[in-house]
């Protein structure tokens, strides 16, 4: 149920359109509920197979509210995933591998706005009829049905048949006794027999051997599940069983299957989880594939990943009511991402289950950004160790820029306004269910045959899966060299039993066949008829089986080159509760930090690996009463640990993770492939017809811009040489020229550099005003001349500065130190990113100890630190301005891009917004800030001044070319759909046009 108070009403919007292959629909409003009208911020409508053409979405909006708004369409190659089988299969070289554009909304084409108004404790049915076509006379066209408060269904009975209904956008009601869990493959094994007929079970060894723990932690928590999966079957699932397995699923084990086609199946699990990330996550990199050929990304794998990843994002809104949502594992890295956008404010937690990568592994992955980003929408992000979560905060700092902190015990890491908590917990397994097993009477049959088979030996026992990482041949060499030293006596006594489980997705044969000739000729070597030192098992073995080869082990001989947690070790302590078990572990698994009764080896070492097993057949003839003590003290951990605590503690965590943010709304693009950004709700997209028609209203005119990043296309990637060269466009120069001309119009440039930088000295500047070094000089608008703005005052400490930089320039490869006249800017963005931070903080302390005395200030940015006058910067400037002109100007534009540009927007929101005067503090990207709106690049905000240019001087403005709407629609019609989208794409400013292209509508309105 989704509940409601009285101030909510619960609208569904419905409506039809024939889209073409790919294309999505977008409902676009003029309040931040519906995107702020921003089509990039939009809310988007969902479809099924079974419903198409029909779009809906239900949204809970504040009541006693009128809507105006559109519907868009969002053109693409990639169809919604509810749509898949209904279109066509995957096909490697077909056009649906393509991922979809989501640079460009084409709203309906009529000038007025569809319109509603909401009542209090409601539900409306909106029938908006077709796409295109505006409806809003019709009688028909809106239904309302008053509800109790708190007790609103999700689908109003009135509204259209269909079984899956769309979450709401807002998660308020998060209900702390409902999760849905979000996993690869769901715990249940699905069986068909020879007449059709499926049978379900529930797989124990389902999640890393923890299914039965995690689901004893929920029921004992009266938590109620919903796990949402792919369907564990060696079969393919007919269309035609689909519906009926979904509902018994459903219906007895709370679950929901996401089906996928063999192909899609292929590309997102062979292709890009296994052969892409599984070898990137624990650090194995070839160069080369089998041919020995350089190896090539391919995207058709990722464009998989990401259609899966979409697909359960589906399947989890159309059953969302509040829950808690947990995501595991790195098969669903993107979901988070996915579900934010569609979901406002929802908790989402994510636990990985195998190692992070350093970042200089992960860095090579062409998609690397963008699975960071769909991690960093996460609530709380969990991994088994410290090491993976200092790897992970790594790739943040070094990839995307990021920061990170530790709080009272916890960390955490600041991403598009919200606090992500980094949770440090390693998985358990479940004593419960050992100690069941061990007392079933089969189970007890086995452990004794075991018993008889290898009376009076030495057992040393391995359980591995059938994979390169697990080490399993260096394992044999060590223990081949062991036996060449052992006397006949042990020789005779120490047999190895190594089950190899065979992984189809992962198993190699160049692996398979080392093991099998290294076992071959172990035995050969040293084994007689009636003694083999290597049992050799490659099979999946079942649960009882493992129990009982665990019980005949004397020690456990685990060696991978590198692992996650590896719950082996686990298992075998408390199926051993009696036991002088032993362990030797290697020091790259993560069970080997926490068990502190473990021998730990270096894998690669084979003279160590042999010594460890020398050392523990010894020991367990020589010290049994110390090895019992050691191994009752890592059980007694493990039982501590176990899952089922495990997944109550990571859910309550979960649920009292703070974010320390507003309800967020969608945004627009990002840099990355599709990827949108979160914002906070008081923060807008500069409307440049709200902006003009400001502009035409007023007489007494001031704009005021920042240089570098606002009207210079500079960014992050930008070097030194660029930087320094860098200048506005001829067209924006002679757009701004053309406005600072116009009678009672004031144009301003407040800039940090000095006053020989290259562009102020244009013939189109004269006409503008110049605030170089923040304010230190200043140009006033028609004057050739710069004076200075505080001419007395102290500069000495200058010179101590310098040296002190100097020192630091020396130490940090890729920094620089910018002069200025007052002040000193020491750049490090081309520099390491951690030292350069930890350099960057260290001046930072260094020089506010030695500018005590001083009247000076340490600004910090990105990437720069800046030592300057306490009393000059933009914001006194501005002060200086308004003073200057006398009468406030009844129209201010003003727009930066940097910290140094907040002292503006500060003082104009303080001085100003009070008056009549129409403010319009604009900052350049998307971050917080003190500016009302934001505009994505510095060519919207060249775009900007050529619309008002355009209403100031009609047919005088010079058109300017930038990352906008109008010019990525013949781009990409041109771009070769092999390429995909790039990894830089430019931002869209489709919020300030609203324009319709011709051939990019629907079919239903192409007619």
């Known amino acids: 149920m989704v509940r409601i108070s009285a101030e909510e009403t619960r609208v569904t919007f419905v409506v039809h359109c024939e889209t073409q292959f790919g294309q999505r629909l977008r409902l676009v409003g003029d309040h931040e509920d519906l995107g702020g009208g921003d089509p990039v911020r939009g809310i988007e409508l969902t479809t099924s197979v079974r419903e198409f053409p029909t779009w809906r979405i239900s949204l809970t909006l504040p009541a006693n509210r009128t809507y105006n708004y559109k519907y868009y369409c969002v053109p693409g190659a990639t169809p919604d995933p509810t749509l898949e089988d209904a279109v066509r299969d995957l096909s490697v070289h077909g056009q649906e591998d393509y991922p979809p554009n989501d640079t460009l909304p084409i709203p309906e084409p009529f000038e007025e706005r569809r319109v509603i108004q909401t009542i209090p404790a409601s539900t409306m049915l909106v029938d908006e009829g077709q796409f295109g076509i505006l409806n809003n006379d019709d009688p028909n066209r809106i239904r309302t049905t008053p509800r109790s408060i708190h007790s609103i269904s999700p689908k109003p009975e009135d509204s259209l048949d269909d079984a899956k209904y769309s979450a709401s956008i807002s998660s308020s009601s998060a209900e702390p006794d409902s999760v849905i869990i979000a996993l690869y493959r769901l715990p249940i094994i699905a069986e068909r027999d020879a007449n059709g007929h499926w049978s379900f079970a529930w797989d124990d060894d389902a999640l890393y051997l923890t299914s039965t723990g995690l689901r004893r932690g929920l029921e004992q928590r009266n ?27 459903l219906e007895k084990f709370s679950c929901v299957p996401v089906f996928l086609t063999a192909d899609v199946m292929r590309k997102f ?10 070898p990137a996550f624990h650090m194995i990199n070839n160069a080369s594939d089998t041919n020995r050929k350089t190896k090539r990304f391919d995207d058709t794998t990722w464009y998989a990943y990401q259609r899966v990843n979409r697909m359960f994002s589906q399947k989890i809104v159309e059953h969302y009511d509040g829950h808690l949502i947990w995501v595991h594992d790195y098969h669903l890295m993107l979901l988070p991402y996915y579900l934010r956008i569609k ?34 929408s996460s609530s709380m992000l969990g991994f088994h160790l410290f090491d993976y979560a ?15 902190e530790a709080k009272r015990g916890n960390l955490g890491i600041e991403y598009e306004g919200r606090h992500v908590t980094i949770r440090v917990s390693h998985i358990g397994v479940d004593p419960q269910r050992f100690s069941d097993t061990l007392t079933m009477p089969h189970v007890r049959q086995r452990i004794a045959e075991y018993e008889t088979r290898y009376n009076s030996k030495i057992v040393l026992g391995a359980v591995d899966d059938l994979d390169v990482i697990k080490g399993i041949a260096l394992k044999l060499i060590a223990f081949e060299n062991y036996l060449e030293s052992a006397s006949d006596r042990v020789r005779s006594r120490v047999v190895l039993i190594q089950v190899a489980l065979p992984k189809a997705a992962r198993v190699e044969e160049t692996v398979r066949s080392e093991v099998r000739e290294l076992v071959d000729r172990i035995n050969a070597k040293f084994g007689t008829r009636a003694h083999k030192p290597v049992v050799y098992i490659e099979e999946s073995i079942s649960f009882d089986e493992r129990i009982a080869i665990y019980s005949v082990c004397n020690a456990m001989l685990i060696t991978p080159i590198r692992d996650g947690l590896n719950l082996i070790p686990y298992e075998y302590l408390v199926a051993t509760p009696h036991s002088n078990g032993q362990l030797i572990l290697s020091e790259f698994t993560g069970c080997s930090r926490a068990l502190s009764s473990a021998v730990r080896v270096n894998p690669w070492d084979i003279h160590e690996v042999r010594d460890a097993i020398d050392n523990v057949i010894q020991n367990s003839d020589s010290k ?23 997944c109550q503690s990571f859910l309550r965590d979960l649920s009292e993770a703070e974010e320390q943010v507003q309800e967020v709304v969608r945004l627009g693009l990002s840099r990355g492939r599709g990827f949108r950004r979160l914002e906070f709700r008081d923060f807008k997209l500069l409307n440049s017809r709200d902006v003009v028609k400001a502009f035409r209203e007023s007489r007494r005119k001031l704009f005021l811009f920042d240089y570098d990043g606002t009207l210079t296309p500079i960014d992050a990637e930008t070097s030194y040489l660029a930087h320094k060269w860098a200048r506005p466009t001829d067209d924006v120069l002679r757009n701004l020229n053309l406005l600072a001309q116009q009678e009672n119009c004031t144009v301003i440039i407040l800039s940090g550099r000095g006053v020989d930088a290259e562009g102020f000295h244009v013939p189109q500047m004269q006409s503008l005003g110049i605030a170089a070094e923040h304010g230190f000089y200043y140009k006033k608008p028609g004057s050739t001349e710069f004076e200075t703005t505080a001419p007395d005052c102290d500069l000495s400490w200058i010179e101590i500065v ?42 930072h302390d260094h020089v506010e100890t030695l500018m005590t005395p001083f009247e000076v200030q340490v600004v910090n940015g990105q990437g720069w630190l800046q030592v300057r006058l306490s009393d000059v910067n933009k914001g006194t400037m501005v002060r200086r301005i308004l003073d200057d002109l006398g009468q406030t100007p009844d129209f201010i534009l003003c727009c930066g891009d940097d910290r140094t540009d907040e002292d503006m927007f500060e003082v104009l929101s303080k001085e100003v917004a009070a008056t009549d005067s129409k403010l319009f503090t604009t900052t350049v990207g998307v971050k917080p800030s003190n500016a009302r709106y934001y505009l994505r690049s510095s060519g919207d905000v060249a775009l900007l001044i050529e619309n008002i240019t355009e209403i100031a001087l009609p047919g005088s403005a010079t058109h300017v070319r930038s990352s906008t709407l109008e010019d990525m629609r013949p781009l990409a019609a041109r771009s070769d759909s092999r390429d995909g989208p790039t990894n830089n794409a430019p931002a869209s400013s489709s919020g300030i ?14 007619r």
Request: charged share 20%; proline share 6%.
């Open 390 to 404: 200092r790897h992970f905060l790594s790739c943040c700092v070094r990839l995307l820029n990021l920061e990170h």
């Open 223 to 249: 938590i109620k599940p919903l796990w949402v999966g792919i369907l564990n079957s060696s079969e393919p699932v007919p269309l035609s069983d689909r519906d009926h397995i979904s509902s018994t699923l």
């Open 269 to 278: 699990y062979q292709g890009f989880c296994k052969n892409v990330l599984w």
């Open 802 to 843: 310098k040296n002190l930089m100097q020192v630091y320039t020396e130490r940090t490869d890729g920094s620089y130190i910018e002069e200025k006249s007052a002040g000193l800017v020491w750049h490090y963005l081309a520099a390491d990113p951690e030292f350069g931070n930890w350099q960057s903080k260290e001046m």
């Open 343 to 376: 979901i406002s404010g929802v908790r989402v937690g994510f636990y990985l289950h195998i190692p992070w990568p350093s970042s200089e592994i992960f860095r090579m992955l062409p998609v690397r950004n963008e699975l960071l980003k769909g991690l960093l």
């Open 993 to 1006: 046009l609203d324009s319709l292209q011709p051939g990019s509508l629907p079919q239903s309105l192409e």
């Open 624 to 646: 049994p009463g110390e090895i019992f003590r050691k191994h009752e003290a890592d059980r007694k951990y493990v039982e501590g640990h176990s899952s089922v605590l495990w």
